[in-house]
């Protein structure tokens, strides 16, 4: 099947309380940086990161929500400006959470299920099955409707607004996010074990 044109946008704005403020992205998991494996696993899809510019393996683009701050459903709704004006062709917008540092290896599969279905979002969901706005494929006309009403200050739950989804089940690590010591621990010991084969 021929996957719709798509752009992803890499969410990097937190302010990392729990990490005592330090750029959760910047992080060492397995001798690269959360943001670097990130992006690198997202493969051909352009990309744009929203948040302060640095140093990174690939070109992308960068976005900023306006003011500095303003949430995720912001972040997002500068992420999806920049890369639709970047890529007119694209059909389909991927969200990522950038401290989310193996979350790109269900990008393809998050797409292959919105292609499948009538939903406008894709949405992974961990072991709890609770939905995850952040890593999630969505239709580009249907979330920009929703981006479209006072973005600033939103939380990431209100991107699936109105919208049908179709649920893509993942593992923990799928979903890991790096945003406590914990959790750093976690991604690291993970990124030292092969990945579990998935069950038939």
Known sequence: M?????????????????MGGVDKTALDVGGRPVLDRLLLALGDVPVVVVGPPRD???????AREDPPGGGPFAGVAAGVAVGAAAHPRARVVVVVAGDQPFAGDVVPSLRDALERSDADAAVAAGPDGRPQPLLA???LSAVR????DAPDGRPARHLLTGLRTVVVAVDERTTLDV?????LAAARDAALRPRSAPTP
């Open 2 to 18: 021929t996957l719709a044109p798509a752009v992803a946008v890499v969410l990097t704005g937190g302010t990392a309380r729990r």
């Open 56 to 62: 990174v393996p690939r070109g992308v683009l960068w």
């Open 145 to 148: 409707d929703v981006l479209a």
């Open 137 to 139: 494929a969505y239709r």
């Open 179 to 183: 945003d406590d010591p914990a959790a």
